[in-house]
């Protein structure tokens, strides 16, 4: 863990500390589970999705990390992400009060290290063009992350 998210123990972790880690156990737990992800992925209608991910067969999840109940009380682009996915999850930390999260989307709890899926996301089929559409935009940008990093 590099300095900058070195924890201070009379506070406990920050709100970004936070984001970092539940981003980065979702994405590990995604990719244990043999799905593509990308984070911080912006879609078709100006919203960005914290992490995306393309499954086994092709399908399309979203994943939209929680890292505090303030954070989820007054952030509600999520509600705009499903016409672009065919899951969609909340990804928190162990310590997050899960009873304010609604029902319907699946839930993933995760830290710095992994996650578990807590509630399996219904699937809601995309139609083929715009799966095909999400599909390679997802490519072009994983291709061009990979081929510019840092940019």
């Not at 900058?4 to 972790?13: K, M, S, T, V, W």
């Not at 499954?55 to 999840?61: K, L, N």
Request: proline fraction near 9%.
């Amino acid at each position: 863990m590099s300095e900058a998210f070195a924890l201070d123990p009379e506070r406990g972790p920050s709100r970004p500390e936070t984001t970092h880690a539940v981003t980065r156990g979702a994405a590990r737990l995604l990719a244990a589970l043999s799905w593509a992800p990308l984070a911080e992925v912006s879609l078709p209608n100006g919203r960005r999705a914290d992490l995306m991910a393309l499954g086994p067969r092709g399908e399309v999840a979203i994943v939209e990390v929680k890292s505090s109940l303030e954070d989820f009380r007054t952030d509600r682009k999520w509600t705009e992400y499903g016409e672009f996915c065919e899951r969609f999850y909340f990804a928190v930390a162990p310590d997050f009060p899960r009873g304010v999260l609604p029902d319907g989307p699946g839930l993933i709890v995760a830290d710095g290290f992994g996650g578990a899926v807590i509630q399996e996301s219904p699937e809601r089929p995309l139609a083929p063009a715009r799966r095909k559409a999400l599909t390679l935009m997802f490519a072009r940008l994983a291709a061009w992350r990979a081929s510019a990093p840092g940019i």
